[in-house]
């Protein structure tokens, strides 16, 4: 497990980086939304908590603001109950199942259900419809405890080894997150191949059992199931689906609020991961004891959120990102630039900032830098789209004046430099550089672009690819242009491909993303990926301790 070290303090507004904007998907017609998944052709499924609705969006023709699934037996009482999460089969739509999770009531007993719908309909395979039909429920798991009205976990997730994940809160019953026989505090792995139309939750749950969980085969068919122990609320975790990871947001007690970082399904080993509640809350040892049950070493939480810092109340952890690489030649998208490939987020349910982590191969170690504390609103869920931007649902509040309504929006890479919301010449650099012109262009006499080295019709930031007088980046493609730098020592990337240092260098200045400090040293091997502008000046690998 990697140790990532305490989030530090917001002392001032952040806004979006530069080249970053916020824009709003639907902006009406949803109430109290909390969750959403994409469909493999784009469209988006969207849950509201309270209803029990689901609702269907298209680029072409947007919100259906009829329901296509309203779930029946909701428990929507207090807070946070009611339908919570919700995740697509890998395979749709040649199994064209959806699979939700919410509180259940009937005949006064209050349970957590996970079930599978099936789609249909006219619409099914036509990627501008939201007219679709959801029916058939069949029942996975029908007895998870709701004894509390909080803490419920509710978030499904497939991983790339086709199995579903499922988190699920300790119910206000804390030392039984340490219990493997009892399905609080947990991540659950199940596989859903084996549900057919005759699968009974009652007497076949032996049938989700994928067969290399921690105990599988177990005579005790809950602790069959169990993947992670040991959390309080896992309201939202994400998958990195290059390798499996889980990355968990465990909402916190009175302290702090976390994130954890998971084994991959290859490196999980015979005993499930166990992150430490109650007797830990993040790093704070809580002195606790659970009879039957030793106190475990902590597993160090990768983020760590002070209250007293941040106000923060309730973590929402959002995806490891993974986007397509930018710039490339995909219609519409707007994904990141590769520096932020592997970058985790995060954010916090009553507050609108958003925290972003990467490793830096430099130093070894995990740069933390908070995204921005100015997002329009809170989020409730968030996922990676289809094109690269870092989409987010809001329920909106409810207790402002006015109050705002539940939305869905993005956050997309466009390389808008003067913020106007084009992405056009004006974005380049003149002879009158705006901070923001700078932030793209560093300084007119440094990057003169009087040339479209790509061809796109546009003189811009990625015209200009590298001064290198030291030849310290290498990997340059067919689009690289090269300006003379202020002096023998200044070397500027400003990379249309990926780089790799071939010597040290040190970074004087970074202007699209500050996970880079100055006087951070970037050691032979070191990748700068494109779209990352760096003002660096060589280093003697004499002085490098």
Not at 35 to 51: H, N
Not at 241 to 256: C, E, H, K, T
Not at 515 to 535: E, N
């Amino acid at each position: 497990m990697s140790i990532w070290p305490v989030a530090p303090a917001v002392s001032a507004p952040v806004p979006l980086p530069v080249g970053f904007s916020e824009q709003v998907v639907i902006g009406s017609g949803l109430s109290s939304p909390v969750g959403m998944a994409f469909l493999p052709d784009g469209r988006l499924l969207i849950i509201e908590q309270k209803s029990g609705n689901v609702k269907a969006w298209a680029s072409s023709t947007g919100l259906n603001t009829t329901a296509v699934l309203t779930v029946s037996g909701l428990n929507s009482a207090a807070s946070e109950r009611g339908l919570l999460g919700i995740a697509v089969d890998p395979k749709f739509p040649a199994r064209p199942y959806i699979y939700l999770y919410y509180d259940h009531t009937s005949a006064g007993t209050d349970k957590i259900r996970v079930s599978r719908f099936e789609v249909g309909g006219s619409g099914l395979n036509d990627p501008a419809s939201t007219v679709l039909t959801i029916s058939n429920e069949i029942v996975l798991l029908q007895d998870i405890p709701d004894d509390a009205s909080n803490h419920n976990g509710g978030t499904l997730r497939f991983g790339p080894d086709g199995k579903l994940y499922i988190s699920i809160g300790d119910d206000a019953d804390q030392c039984a997150a340490q219990d493997p026989e009892i399905l609080k505090g947990k991540i659950l792995r199940v596989t859903v191949d084996n549900v057919s139309g005759a699968f009974d939750a009652a007497t076949q749950r032996a049938l989700l059992d994928p067969g290399d969980n921690p105990y599988s085969g177990d005579s005790n068919l809950n602790k069959r199931l169990i993947w992670d122990i040991g959390l309080r609320n896992p309201f939202r975790f994400s998958i990195d689906p290059a390798n499996g990871r889980l990355y968990i947001g465990d909402v916190g007690s009175n302290n702090f609020e976390e994130a954890s970082e998971g084994s991959t399904p290859a490196g999980h080993g015979t005993a499930p991961d166990n992150f430490s509640w109650p007797f830990f809350e993040g790093t704070l040892d809580r002195n606790l004891n659970c009879s039957g049950f030793t106190k475990t070493p902590n597993l160090a939480p990768m983020l760590d959120i002070d209250h007293d810092d941040y106000g923060g109340l309730s973590i929402v952890g959002g995806p490891l990102y993974r986007g397509n690489p930018y710039p490339n030649d995909i219609s519409g998208d707007v994904s990141f630039p590769l520096v932020y490939d592997g970058v985790y987020f995060a954010s916090e349910y009553y507050n609108n900032f958003l925290l972003a982590r990467q490793w830096n191969t430099s130093t070894t170690s995990w740069d933390i830098i908070t995204f921005t504390t100015e997002l329009a609103v809170s989020g409730s869920d968030w996922t990676v789209g289809p094109d690269g931007a870092l989409w987010y649902v809001s329920q909106g509040k409810t207790w402002t004046s006015p109050p705002i309504p539940g939305t869905v929006r993005k956050i997309a890479y466009t390389g808008d430099f003067d913020r106007d919301g084009v992405f056009d010449g004006d974005d380049d650099d003149d002879d009158n550089d705006t901070l923001t012109d700078e932030a793209e262009d560093l300084d007119s006499d440094l990057h003169p672009k009087d040339t479209d080295s790509d061809n796109d019709g546009i003189m811009d930031g990625l015209d200009v690819a590298l001064s290198n007088p030291d030849n310290a980046c290498s990997g340059l493609g067919d689009d690289a242009s090269y300006s003379t730098p202020v002096d023998s020592t200044d070397i500027v990337c400003a990379a249309r491909k990926s780089v790799t240092m071939q010597s040290p260098v040190e970074v004087t200045a970074s202007y699209l993303l500050n996970l880079l400090s100055p006087t951070t040293i970037l050691m032979p091997g070191f990748t700068i990926h494109s779209g990352a502008r760096l003002a660096v000046r060589s280093v003697d690998p004499a002085a490098v301790p």
